[in-house]
């Protein structure tokens, strides 16, 4: 029983800050590249942001260059995402994500929603 359960969403006011979690449990992910996805309503899910199984590789979106920040801490098998300077299109629920590398998931969250007040 392998589970990705992400935590930490809820509503923030724009230009304010958000962390994620995400939390696997059934196994460590150490040999696993993660990353954060999100689905706006009325529209496809989007990559956000990946991390290489080292933690020292990673890669963003355009749209949250410069405002998030992934990470992840192999020793507590937990990932993050650090959100700054909010903006309203940020809304979304965030999924969270595991596999073999940075572009190709086979493991995800259930999500959390964000949601970003004008």
């Known amino acids: 029983q392998v589970h990705l359960v992400e935590s930490g969403g809820g509503l923030v006011q724009a230009g304010g800050s958000l962390t994620l979690s995400c939390a696997p449990s059934g196994r460590t992910f150490t040999n696993d590249a993660m990353g954060w996805y999100r689905q706006a309503p009325g529209k496809e899910r989007e990559f956000v942001a990946a991390?290489?199984?080292?933690?020292?590789?990673?890669d963003y979106a355009d749209s949250v260059k410069g405002r998030f920040t992934i990470s992840r801490d192999n020793a507590k098998n937990t990932m993050y995402l650090q959100m700054n300077t909010l903006k309203p299109e940020d809304t979304a629920v965030y999924y969270c994500?595991?596999?073999?590398?940075?572009?190709?998931?086979?493991?995800w969250g259930k999500g959390t929603l964000v949601t970003v007040s004008p």
């Open positions: 991390i290489t199984s080292s933690g020292y590789g990673t």
């Open positions: 994500a595991a596999g073999p590398s940075m572009y190709y998931m086979d493991y």
